[in-house]
């Protein structure tokens, strides 16, 4: 699996869920960024324009969504892929989702067999 470069921010207020994410991500050769709020990933996001920025839904302060709208509304940020990780996967969020602008969702809790991979192809989406 050819990661090697691939830079992944996550957002997420849960340290249990960032760890494991981060670990995971960490040891298959992924390079990660780091935010408990939508509004830290936020600066991180302009900063580095990393490969692929997974979104907690549910965060403390501005929401997923609502941090999802500000990376689109600003050219620098517009273009990146993001990836709602949240524990709604009923058919009827997975939707809203879907309506917000998000390129995706990675469910909750993670699969540390299938992870890795799954966001392997959400970086190779970029530029496609
Ligand atoms: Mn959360």
Request: one cysteine or more; aromatic letters at 4%; charged letters at 25%.
């Amino acid at each position: 699996m050819d990661v090697k470069g691939h830079l992944v921010l996550i957002v997420e207020d849960n340290e249990k869920n960032l760890k494991l994410a981060r670990d995971l991500l960490g040891v298959t050769g992924f390079r990660t960024l780091a935010a408990g709020t939508a509004e830290e990933g936020l600066v991180l996001a302009r900063q580095h324009r990393p490969d692929l920025v997974l979104m907690d839904v549910r965060l403390p302060g501005m929401s997923g969504v609502a941090a999802l709208a500000a990376l689109r509304g600003d050219p620098a940020t517009a273009g990146l892929t993001v990836v709602a990780f949240t524990a709604s996967v009923t058919s009827a969020e997975q939707q809203q989702m879907a309506t917000a602008g998000f390129d995706g969702f990675l469910a909750k809790p993670i699969s540390v067999r299938e992870f890795p991979e799954q966001v392997r192809r959400y970086c190779q989406r970029r530029g496609a």
